[in-house]
Structures are given as C-alpha cells and as structure tokens.
C-alpha cells in the first residue's frame, strides 16, 4: 500500500490473517479509524499498535478509486501538537491493519489549535481481493471528488458562463433602445 507521498504502508500480520479469516467466512475487514503519532521508525509486520499514538479519528470520506485502491480522508480535532511521524490503519475490531512511518521522517504536524486533515490513497493490491470495506464516521468532509462531481460542476459554470453572456447582450440592447427612445423624443 502506498499513500499519494508514496510512503509504504506495511501490512501487520494480525491485520492479514484477520482479512483471510473474514474473507473465508464470506466478510470483510472494516476499516474504521487512522491514527496518529509522533515516533518515526522502520514498521513491522508483527506491530499490533504505533509506538506512540496520540491521536486517533474516524474516516471522513472514503472514494473507490480502482480495483484495488482507496482514496481516504480523516480529520483531527483535538488540542495535541506533535509531528506527525507515525499512522495506523485500523480495523473495527480494534486491530491494527497498516502503519506508515519513516525513520526520521515527519509526514505531517498536527498543531494545537487547528485541525488535521489527512487524506490517503492506499493501493489495496498486496490484500485479499474484496476483502476490506470502509466504515465512514459521522462527519463529512466533501473534499474527495469523483469525475461525475467535476463534470458536473464543469457543466454547471458552462450554464453560468452562457447566462451572464446573455445578460450583457440583453443590457447592451437596452441601452441602445434606450438611447434610441431618447433621440427620438
């Protein structure tokens, strides 16, 4: 899995064998919180929490963006202030699926009076296939936009762009049926 930074998520083994076992039973692993913390390492595979959390939220937004990708967002609110140098990918069960870090690399800073807004693309290739889903917390950010959002969005400022056209047309005529009434009375 790599995030769009290209950083390399490494899949815990818990985390793996929790998706098998899901996926032979006809589930899927949920996806449900990111978390965050300031130790920057080289992760393992046998990992089953971050060196340091800090913080942890729900996913905001979640977008499908292929066969075996997705693109999430989450948003922390809290009055921590730390470099980010650790993340954590957890399933609903309370298991650690992933964990990004690098050693002595700060990925964000979270600082204490203003919101974290992290968004991730996680290529789902190295996972069983169809084997996680994503559970949305309840605040949504509406900041990943699909194609048919931006066409549409596209479309709309064509409409608008055709209206105030017309609109300048429709006051030039005026004025000079204007000034035409008032050379004519």
């Known amino acids: 899995m790599s995030t769009n930074e290209g950083y390399a998520v ?3 083994a818990h985390g793996l064998s929790e998706l098998i076992s899901a996926k032979e039973q006809g589930m899927k692993g949920r996806i449900k919180w990111i978390s965050f913390g300031d130790r920057a390492y080289t992760p393992s595979v046998n990992q089953r929490r971050l060196q340091n959390e800090i913080d942890r939220a729900t996913i905001s937004e979640y977008v499908d963006v292929g066969t075996s990708a997705l693109k999430m967002t989450a948003k922390v609110e809290s009055g ?3 470099a980010v140098r650790e993340i954590g990918f957890w399933l609903d069960t309370g298991t650690l699926l992933g964990v990004i870090s690098v050693p002595n690399k700060t990925l964000n800073y979270k600082t204490a009076t203003t919101s974290l807004i992290q968004i991730f693309t996680l290529d789902l290739s190295v996972l069983p296939s169809s084997s996680v889903e994503v559970v949305i917390g309840i605040e949504n950010l509406n900041i990943l936009i699909d194609t048919q959002m931006m066409s549409d969005a596209v ?8 209206q105030t056209k017309q609109l300048f047309a429709h006051l030039k005529l005026s ?9 004519n009375g």
């Open 10 to 12: 490494t899949i815990t």
């Open 80 to 82: 921590n202030e730390y």
């Open 155 to 162: 479309a709309f400022c064509r409409s608008q762009l055709t």
């Open 175 to 183: 004025e000079r049926v204007q000034k035409m009434e008032l050379s």
